[in-house]
């Protein structure tokens, strides 16, 4: 089964709970406390791996959730952190969310990581809340909730070998060859409208099982294609991150050089880097020539290229797409080709591995967040809004008296008690903040 497109619902561990704990020594009647810190939640990592070219590993399981972080314990001991989860992607993968649609990233290079969804802060234990005036605080923070997020992967191929040539030159008949793309293919300039993308599979061809790459047909270009003619240039960005170009010429034309330089011209036009990149010439439709004109063609376009590129000449290869001749020596020469694309991305990328500033992070529980806050009147009581004190509220234990004492010198430090006021609360009022739940005590 091929898999290109995966929802997933993704949930950041949760942070451990903070403890609470009094030292109890012989001869110490009446310890401090000593409640260890909850360890951090693991976050949702994603990374890329360039020899992944499906997201079927994905595809089994509909919800991954990272590691918790571990309670704190007595004797000051801080609770393990979660382990993180690394979820590997192809290549050229787009995440979105999947509740809003919206893009939040394109994966292009190898190895590229990115902390997705932060974990879940770890509760301070009850030692962390000693102070002048609370020497023995009898609470302690819970775990922040790990945020959860339903996204959506989509693979999108991307092509390391693409196909050129002027139109009707049977480029389509080719990828439909090598590959499982079914393009259009008909005897008129421009059937190809927009690009097709296939894989091809090695061991068709004596290779290995997961041996593969990716090639790309794009519309047939003519000259003066750069100034808009025939269907333009545009879709030559399809194949701007190929690593190759197999070049396509008809056998049947009377000037295959003169075919050869209007689709250089036209590259170079478009960008002199997509000009440079290493091509393959293919004379296509050999079937129709006795093997004597196969041969002079052949070797005269070879003649010609020597004469004007010297030892710029392009290699050239001649094939029928339609018997399948020549097609063999075609694909190997393509696979060595992409192999020695791959590593050398490969390489350039390894030192990015290192640099962990080009991480993004989605929710970043754990930097400064805002304390801004709105406060709306709901038909019962009051609602509190806002990301710090929705977050101090999902860490306290509304259970314990202490636990609210604090939430309430929260209220009045941030100043939501002297606005409460102001817009009327009164004492026992309904107070909500995220799926928490309190009374107003003034
Ligand atoms: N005899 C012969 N005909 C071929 C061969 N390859 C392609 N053709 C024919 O050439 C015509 C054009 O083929 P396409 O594959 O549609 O050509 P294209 O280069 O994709 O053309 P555009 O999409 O218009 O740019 C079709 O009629 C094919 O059957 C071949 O190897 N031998
Ligand atoms: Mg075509």
Redesign the pocket.
Known sequence: MFCDQVSLILTAGSGGNGCISFRREKYVPRGGPDGGDGGHGGSIVIKVNSNLNSLFHLCKKKKYTAEFGYPGARFNKAGRVGEDLVLEVPQGTLLYNEETNELIKDFVTNNEAMIFMKGGKGGFGNAHFVSSIRQAPKFAEQGETGASLTVRLEMRLVAEIGII?L????????ISRITDAKPK???Y????LIPNIGVVEMSRWGGEKNETFVVA?I??LIEGAHKGKGLGDEFLRHISRTAFLIH?LDCQSNDLFRDYKIILNELMAYDPVLALRPQLVVI??I??LDSKNRGKTIEDFNKFLKLNLKSKAPQVLAI????GDGLKDLIHLSWKASQKFRQASLAATVSNQAVKSDYKIFRPHLDKISQAFEILKEQEGFRVKGKRIEQIADMSDFANKEALARIDDIFKKMGILKELKKIGAKVGDKIMIGDKLTQFRG
Request: charged share 20%; hydrophobic share 30%; no cysteine.
């Open positions: 040539g139109p009707s030159v049977g480029k389509s008949t080719l293919i008909a005897d300039p421009f059937t190809t047909d519309p047939g396509v296509n439709k079937d129709t029928s797409a339609v018997t």
